[in-house]
């Protein structure tokens, strides 16, 4: 099974709040997260054409910043992925028609706030930071705000988390909008690429067929 075939499987279990397909997180991107008022489930899609190269940091990253953490695999990585993630992390294995669990994701307790508040826009790390009273945050460069993100204790870790919830589920409008005119450029510029590939195939043709024409003037030069 590949990674589209898996996600359409996954997509209807997501009941209540958003899903957003690939969201940057840290230094990966989440295939899919679910996002409700309460919890934000990541989960990595691994198909049987991809690898488990990238599982180690892929964890790390999703283990600073989501509440839950599932990993959906085919039965082809399935005994290879186990040792390698830690007994919170959930798993399904991708059949043909479902996803079956092979163990249920428990409540992840290594969140941090500065990975957490890095998954929103600076200026809305800002706005909540001088929403709570800490004041100098303005001026403060994306490095600065998360520096102070690690060392104060004025800002409890449930607080940041409602914050980055909320903002995400208020930017899916926005986004899936976003989305819909991608596709639509897409859509608009397909029919120019596959004109461009046709007019690439053809072009080494006529230049071999124009070379196979000149080659008798060029004997009877010679001559």
Request: hydrophobic share 40%.
């Given at each position: 099974?590949?990674?589209?075939?898996?996600?359409?499987?996954?997509?209807?279990?997501?009941?209540?709040?958003?899903?957003?397909?690939?969201?940057?997180?840290?230094?990966?991107?989440?295939?899919?997260?679910?996002?409700?008022?309460?919890?934000?489930?990541?989960?990595?899609?691994?198909?049987?054409?991809?690898?488990?190269?990238?599982?180690?940091?892929?964890?790390?990253?999703?283990?600073?910043?989501?509440?839950?953490?599932?990993?959906?695999?085919t039965e082809?990585?399935?005994?290879?992925?186990l040792p390698?993630?830690?007994?919170?992390?959930?798993?399904?294995?991708?059949?043909?028609?479902?996803?079956?669990?092979?163990?249920?994701?428990?409540?992840?307790?290594?969140?941090?706030?500065?990975?957490?508040?890095?998954?929103?826009?600076?200026?809305?790390?800002?706005?909540?930071?001088?929403?709570?009273?800490?004041?100098?945050?303005?001026?403060?460069?994306?490095?600065?705000?998360?520096?102070?993100?690690?060392?104060?204790?004025?800002?409890?870790?449930?607080?940041?988390?409602?914050?980055?919830?909320?903002?995400?589920?208020?930017?899916?409008?926005?986004?899936?909008?976003?989305?819909?005119?991608?596709?639509?450029?897409?859509?608009?510029?397909?029919?120019?690429?596959?004109?461009?590939?046709?007019?690439?195939?053809?072009?080494?043709?006529?230049?071999?067929?124009?070379?196979?024409?000149?080659?008798?003037?060029?004997?009877?030069?010679?001559?």
């Amino acid at each position: 099974m590949n990674d589209p075939e898996i996600r359409a499987l996954l997509y209807p279990l997501l009941t209540g709040g958003i899903y957003v397909d690939e969201l940057p997180t840290g230094t990966t991107r989440a295939d899919v997260v679910h996002i409700t008022d309460d919890f934000m489930h990541g989960y990595e899609v691994k198909g049987d054409g991809d690898t488990l190269q990238r599982v180690s940091n892929q964890l790390r990253c999703y283990a600073e910043v989501y509440d839950f953490v599932t990993f959906i695999v085919t039965e082809k990585h399935l005994l290879k992925l186990l040792p390698l993630l830690p007994e919170w992390v959930g798993v399904l294995v991708a059949c043909e028609t479902e996803l079956r669990p092979y163990r249920a994701a428990r409540y992840n307790a290594t969140v941090a706030p500065a990975p957490l508040a890095a998954l929103l826009l600076l200026d809305e790390v800002k706005q909540f930071l001088l929403a709570r009273g800490l004041r100098g945050v303005s001026q403060l460069r994306r490095a600065e705000v998360h520096q102070l993100l690690r060392t104060t204790h004025a800002i409890p870790l449930s607080s940041l988390a409602r914050h980055v919830r909320e903002r995400l589920i208020l930017r899916m409008p926005q986004r899936l909008l976003d989305r819909a005119e991608r596709k639509l450029e897409r859509q608009r510029l397909a029919p120019l690429r596959q004109k461009r590939k046709r007019s690439q195939a053809v072009t080494p043709g006529r230049r071999k067929a124009a070379g196979k024409k000149r080659k008798p003037a060029a004997k009877k030069a010679k001559k």
